[in-house]
Nanobody, 126 residues
């Protein structure tokens, strides 16, 4: 069993900050890459950021770069997404995902990720 549980979503004003958490358990502990995706209202799910469990290497979407920070705490089996200077267009459901296949790069494709959390809602008011 793989469990990914997101938390930390909520309502925030534009320009503010929010930190999302993703607690991993079960076979998720054997995953190689953890990612954050989001789904804006009425739109497709899109990549936000990813991190390698072992090295901590990261990758960001262009919209997240410079504002969001992904990190992981192996001791707590938790991945974080620190969101700063948020904008109304950051509104959506944020999902944590885990990839079990080892790759030499950080993938941004939804279909490369094997397990998903239930999502947490982030709403940014203007």
């Amino acid at each position: 069993q793989v469990q990914l549980v997101e938390s930390g979503g909520g309502l925030v004003q534009a320009g503010g900050s929010l930190r999302l958490s993703c607690a991993a358990s079960g076979r998720a502990l054997g995953m190689h890459t953890m990612g954050w995706f989001r789904q804006p209202p009425g739109k497709a799910r899109e990549f936000v950021a990813a991190v390698k469990w072992d090295s901590g290497r990261t990758r960001y979407s262009d919209t997240a770069k410079g504002r969001f920070t992904i990190s992981r705490d192996p001791a707590k089996n938790t991945v974080y997404l620190q969101m700063d200077s948020v904008k109304p267009e950051d509104t959506g459901i944020y999902y944590c995902a885990a990839e079990q296949e080892y790759r030499g790069y950080l993938t941004d494709r939804t279909y490369d990720y094997d397990y998903w959390g239930q999502g947490t809602q982030v709403t940014v008011s203007s």
